[in-house]
């Protein structure tokens, strides 16, 4: 089992930046990819990006591109989530989540972590 917890969220005006962090903890050897996951009230859950910690390789979704940054401090198990010139539309709660496989593919992502909110105000 892996065990993920997220931090970092919270309240925001518009054009601002928060740092999302997810901590993994357990059997983080099956944790090569780690994402990030939001979903927004009455929406569907969408897939933010994630990172896979045997090549480096990053995937951000086209519409955070040049926006978000995801990176990774392999030694604490640690994923961070940079989100810079924030808009109303990334208000979500956020979810990390980890496991092995392809990086859209949803059942790659096994665990997942309770999630934090981001709230960003006009």
């Known amino acids: 089992q892996v065990q993920l917890v997220e931090s970092g969220g919270g309240l925001v005006q518009a054009g601002g930046s928060l740092r999302l962090s997810c901590v993994a903890s357990g059997r983080t050897f099956s944790s090569d990819v780690m994402g990030w996951f939001r979903q927004a009230p009455g929406k569907e859950r969408e897939f933010v990006g994630a990172n896979r910690r045997s090549s480096g390789s990053t995937y951000l979704t086209d519409s955070v591109k040049g926006r978000f940054t995801i990176s990774r401090d392999n030694a604490k198990n640690t994923v961070f989530l940079q989100m810079n010139s924030l808009e109303p539309e990334d208000t979500a709660v956020y979810y990390c989540?980890?496991?092995?496989?392809?990086?859209?593919?949803?059942?790659?992502?096994?665990?997942w972590g309770q999630g934090t909110q981001v709230t960003v105000s006009s």
């Open positions: 989540a980890a496991g092995s496989g392809s990086f859209r593919e949803s059942a790659t992502y096994v665990y």
